[in-house]
C-alpha cells in the first residue's frame, strides 16, 4: 500500500499543478538562445572590430543570395582560407573599403586594407578571372546616396587582385549590369557588361583576361529604347537533341519608367561574336514585368509570355484578364519554342499551374468568371471543367465545405482551389516559407 501511495502522489502534483494554471513546461521560444560563434570565429571577429576604424560599419554587398558579412576564400592559392570583409565610412571621400585577414598560426593577422568607389556595395563575387587557379574579388559598386534619382545613379565593377601581400585592382569598368560566365566555350571565365545610357547608347560587352590584361572579345550594339534591365541572368539557353549546350545571356527589360511593359533578348556568341538570337523586336513584347527563369529544372532559361485565355482578348479593361504565364525557350534558330503554361494571379500574387502541356491552347477561363472572386477553367473544345479557383473571406472559408482546398492566403482572403485534372499546382514560387495553411478540419459527419 506505501509503495501504491508514493506512485498516486507525483500524479495528484502533477494533476493539481495543470488545474491550476502552472507548468514547469517551459515555452520552448524562451529556451531559444542565439547561436555561439565558435571560438576561432570569435577571436577573428574580435580581431576584424579591432582593425574596424571608429565610425564605420561592417555591410555585406545588396545581392539577395549574399547573406555573409565575413567570406571565407583562397585567395593566394595556398590551400588556406583568408577572410574578407568590406565596411563603410561616412565621413570619408571613399565610402567603401575592403579587409583581408589571413591565419597565422592560431591567430588571424590583417593583411591589407584596400579601397572600393561610390557609397554601395551592390554585388560580390570571388571567381577565378586571370586563369591562373587563383580566386580574384569581383565587386560591384553605385554611388546612389539616398537623395539621388534612379537617373543618377552609376555603377563602377572592379576586378582585385590578390598576390598574399597586395591587392591589385586590374579591371575599372562603369556598368548598368553584368555577368561572369563562359560566352565563348573555352572553359575559362569571361566577364560580360551590359552599358546602357538612355535614350544614347546601349551595348554589351564580353571581356577575357589574356597576357596580363582584359581584352575585349567583342561589342554588341543593343536597342536604344530600353529604360533599365530588371532581371539578367546567364546559362544555358538552348541543348540540341544530342545534348550539346549553348550557353548565354538573357536580359529582361522595361520600355518606360510609368508602364510596365517589357522584352527579352537572348544574347549568345557565335564564332567569337556576339548575336541577338531573337530579330523580331514585338517577339517577347509584353504589357507587364515578367522574369526569365529555369521554371523546370532542366538547366536551360525559360522566357515567360503572357497570353490571354481563348475569348478574353476582346476585353476593353486588359486589366480584369486572367492572363496565363507561358514559357518558351529558344529553338536554336530565330524562334521560340512551348515548355510550359500557369496562371498568374497579379494582384494576390500567386501562382496556379503548371497546366499538362497538352492542353496549351486547349484551356481557357470561363468569361464570366472575375478576378478576385471566381474562376473556372475549361476545355475550349468540349467546355469541360478542368479546375476551378474561389477567394472567401476568413469566415466563409471556415463555413464552406470540404470541396475546396487551400491554395494561397493573400489580403485578408484564403484562395481555395478544385481541379478535375491531374496535374501539380505545388510550384508557386511566391508562397512564403513561413507561411502556414488554414488547419485541416477534420471530415464533418452528416447530421
Known amino acids: 500500500m506505501v509503495k501504491r501511495y508514493w506512485f498516486y502522489i507525483p500524479a495528484a502534483l502533477l494533476l493539481m499543478m495543470m488545474l491550476s494554471g502552472c507548468s514547469f513546461i517551459s515555452d520552448p521560444v524562451l529556451l531559444m538562445k542565439t547561436p555561439e560563434l565558435s571560438a576561432e570565429k570569435e577571436s577573428l571577429r574580435s580581431i576584424i572590430e579591432a582593425n574596424r576604424p571608429e565610425n564605420s560599419s561592417l555591410i555585406r554587398s545588396n545581392q539577395e543570395e549574399d547573406t555573409n558579412i565575413i567570406h571565407f576564400v583562397d585567395l593566394d592559392g595556398d590551400g588556406v582560407n583568408e577572410a574578407v570583409v568590406f565596411y563603410e565610412t ?43 587557379g587563383r580566386v580574384d574579388i569581383v565587386a560591384g559598386f553605385s554611388g546612389k546616396s539616398d537623395n539621388e534619382s534612379e537617373e543618377d545613379l552609376q555603377n563602377g565593377l572592379i576586378v582585385y587582385s590578390y598576390n598574399g601581400k597586395n591587392v591589385e585592382r586590374i579591371l575599372e569598368l562603369p556598368y548598368t549590369n553584368y555577368v561572369i560566365s563562359d560566352m565563348n566555350r573555352d ?19 564580353t571581356y577575357q583576361y589574356k597576357d596580363g590584361s582584359f581584352l575585349e572579345l567583342d561589342k554588341l550594339e543593343l536597342k536604344p529604347y530600353i529604360y533599365n534591365y530588371y532581371n539578367v541572368v546567364a546559362g ?31 544574347i549568345v556568341m557565335e564564332d567569337g561574336k556576339l548575336k541577338s538570337v531573337l530579330p523580331k523586336e514585338d517577339q517577347t513584347l509584353r504589357m507587364y514585368r515578367v522574369y526569365s527563369e529555369d521554371i523546370n529544372d532542366d538547366g536551360i532559361i525559360e522566357i515567360p509570355l503572357l497570353e490571354p485565355p481563348v475569348g478574353w482578348s476582346y476585353f476593353k479593361n486588359q486589366d480584369d484578364v486572367p492572363y496565363f504565364y507561358a514559357y518558351y525557350r529558344w529553338d536554336g534558330k530565330s524562334g521560340l519554342k512551348f515548355v510550359a503554361e500557369k496562371f498568374h494571379d497579379f494582384k494576390n500574387d500567386f501562382d496556379f499551374g503548371f497546366f499538362p502541356p497538352q492542353l496549351h491552347n486547349k484551356i481557357t477561363v470561363d468569361t464570366k468568371s472575375q478576378l478576385g472572386k471566381y474562376l473556372r477553367f ?44 491531374d496535374f501539380d499546382i505545388t510550384n508557386n514560387k511566391n508562397k512564403s516559407k513561413d507561411e502556414v495553411p488554414p488547419i485541416e478540419r477534420k471530415d464533418r459527419q452528416s447530421e
Open 90 to 132: 561616412q565621413d570619408q571621400n571613399v565610402g567603401i573599403h575592403g579587409m583581408i585577414f589571413k591565419k597565422t598560426g592560431d591567430a588571424w593577422t590583417k593583411q591589407t586594407t584596400f579601397d572600393g568607389e561610390g557609397k554601395v556595395l551592390e554585388s560580390l563575387y570571388f571567381k577565378d578571372m586571370t586563369n591562373d
Open 187 to 205: 572553359h575559362v571565365n569571361d566577364l560580360t557588361i551590359v552599358n546602357l545610357k538612355r535614350g544614347e547608347s546601349n551595348f554589351i560587352t
Open 378 to 421: 475549361v476545355a475550349t473544345d468540349t467546355g469541360k471543367t478542368i479546375a476551378e479557383i474561389k477567394y472567401f473571406t476568413q469566415s466563409e472559408w471556415d463555413k464552406q465545405s470540404d470541396d475546396w482546398r487551400y491554395l494561397y492566403r493573400n489580403n485578408g482572403k484564403v484562395i481555395g482551389y478544385k481541379k478535375n485534372f
Open 236 to 266: 544555358k539557353v538552348y541543348t540540341d537533341p544530342e545534348g550539346n549546350s549553348v550557353d548565354g545571356i538573357v536580359l529582361d527589360a522595361s520600355l518606360s519608367p510609368v508602364g510596365e511593359s517589357s522584352i527579352t533578348s537572348i
